[in-house]
């Protein structure tokens, strides 16, 4: 039997429908990991190397929809026991949007001359398969004939880069882009891709994210400078976490979690709301709405609905009830 991919293990990156999985080195393609918008993985792999080598990982730190990661590249540089060449990930949710930022920045004495490579695909798994551990062996999607961009039957995810690279090939494994880089003794070399993932056809659920709906930056915690920290920290992965009702867009709810549960729970979404309520009502109302235009009005043993039933979870594909 497969196993569930640890989630300690990863970093989670999340807006709304939309999450991103990664190891702390910020390399996407080992089991678990991935780019998921709508409950499917629209990005199986983003790998980077220069020259052949990944950097080594030496931080990462991930709140809401940003997560950022720090690497050492320890074959480049001065030959001293200290790195000179370090590697920075800016990694960005917006929606059905990701954005990263590559740096490259060098404190070496003479100029760096290496090569960036980045290896990327997807494969269209859906995430209930992802989470048995049942997806690892899912070919990656040729690319569409026009541009960089691949297709499942849900959603069409085309990529743009800046700079544009010097050589792209593709083969079984995804496409690798390739750019000669040569950074100056304190200076920099920089890369930024931006994917956008589109729907192709409508699910039972295409929730949009609901984050710049409800603001929580004037909630006043009092306590020390940590507790602040960790309540400000707590409150945008909230943010982060809110849906808006397909049904009525102007309604937000908030999703049981990332990943596998990134979608109306009538329990969890309750509870989220009932603990916001010394800071607002907004997320209540919008959440009893939401349950309740959905409550079962007789009974459907295929849906576990009964008549009067309030759901417990809804999918993209399927209501399951219990």
């Given at each position: 039997?497969?196993?569930?991919?640890?989630?300690?293990?990863?970093?989670?990156?999340?807006?709304?429908?939309?999450?991103?999985?990664?190891?702390?080195?910020?390399?996407?393609?080992?089991?678990?990991?991935?780019?998921?918008?709508?409950?499917?993985?629209?990005?199986?792999?983003?790998?980077?190397?220069?020259?052949?080598?990944?950097?080594?990982?030496?931080?990462?730190?991930?709140?809401?929809?940003?997560?950022?990661?720090?690497?050492?590249?320890?074959?480049?540089?001065?030959?001293?026991?200290?790195?000179?060449?370090?590697?920075?990930?800016?990694?960005?949710?917006?929606?059905?949007?990701?954005?990263?930022?590559?740096?490259?920045?060098?404190?070496?004495?003479?100029?760096?001359?290496?090569?960036?490579?980045?290896?990327?695909?997807?494969?269209?798994?859906?995430?209930?398969?992802?989470?048995?551990?049942?997806?690892?062996?899912?070919?990656?999607?040729?690319?569409?004939?026009?541009?960089?961009?691949?297709?499942?039957?849900?959603?069409?995810?085309?990529?743009?880069?800046?700079?544009?690279?010097?050589?792209?090939?593709?083969?079984?494994?995804?496409?690798?882009?390739?750019?000669?880089?040569?950074?100056?003794?304190?200076?920099?070399?920089?890369?930024?891709?931006?994917?956008?993932?589109?729907?192709?056809?409508?699910?039972a659920f295409d929730a949009d994210a609901g984050s710049g709906a409800l603001d929580l930056s004037a909630v006043d915690?009092?306590?020390?400078?940590?507790?602040?920290?960790?309540?400000?920290?707590?409150?945008?992965?909230?943010?982060?976490?809110?849906?808006?009702?397909?049904?009525?867009?102007?309604?937000?709810?908030?999703?049981?979690?990332?990943?596998?549960?990134?979608?109306?729970?009538?329990?969890?979404?309750?509870?989220?709301?009932?603990?916001?309520?010394?800071?607002?009502?907004?997320?209540?109302?919008?959440?009893?709405?939401?349950?309740?235009?959905?409550?079962?009005?007789?009974?459907?043993?295929?849906?576990?609905?009964?008549?009067?039933?309030?759901?417990?979870?809804?999918?993209?594909?399927?209501?399951?009830?219990?």
């Amino acid at each position: 039997m497969e196993k569930q991919p640890w989630l300690h293990e990863l970093e989670i990156a999340v807006d709304g429908p939309s999450t991103v999985l990664s190891g702390h080195d910020g390399q996407i393609g080992r089991p678990g990991t991935g780019w998921f918008v709508d409950d499917r993985r629209v990005l199986s792999a983003l790998t980077l190397h220069l020259d052949d080598e990944p950097a080594v990982a030496v931080a990462c730190d991930t709140t809401g929809p940003l997560s950022r990661f720090w690497a050492a590249a320890r074959h480049l540089g001065d030959d001293v026991p200290d790195p000179t060449v370090e590697v920075h990930r800016v990694r960005t949710l917006r929606g059905a949007t990701l954005t990263e930022e590559i740096t490259v920045r060098s404190r070496a004495t003479a100029p760096v001359v290496t090569t960036l490579r980045l290896r990327l695909g997807g494969d269209g798994a859906d995430l209930s398969s992802v989470k048995v551990g049942g997806a690892d062996d899912t070919p990656v999607l040729p690319l569409d004939r026009t541009g960089l961009s691949w297709s499942d039957e849900r959603h069409r995810t085309a990529v743009t880069v800046d700079p544009q690279p010097e050589e792209q090939t593709t083969d079984g494994g995804g496409t690798l882009l390739v750019w000669p880089l040569e950074v100056a003794p304190g200076g920099s070399a920089a890369v930024t891709l931006r994917l956008t993932a589109d729907r192709l056809s409508p699910s039972a659920f295409d929730a949009d994210a609901g984050s710049g709906a409800l603001d929580l930056s004037a909630v006043d915690v009092g306590g020390d400078a940590a507790w602040q920290r960790m309540v400000r920290t707590n409150l945008t992965d909230l943010r982060h976490l809110l849906l808006t009702d397909p049904l009525a867009p102007e309604d937000v709810f908030a999703a049981a979690g990332s990943p596998w549960y990134l979608t109306l729970f009538g329990r969890d979404s309750l509870w989220a709301a009932r603990f916001l309520l010394p800071y607002t009502t907004r997320l209540a109302h919008g959440t009893l709405r939401a349950l309740a235009r959905r409550q079962a009005t007789e009974d459907d043993p295929a849906l576990a609905a009964e008549r009067g039933k309030i759901l417990h979870e809804v999918r993209r594909t399927a209501y399951t009830g219990g």
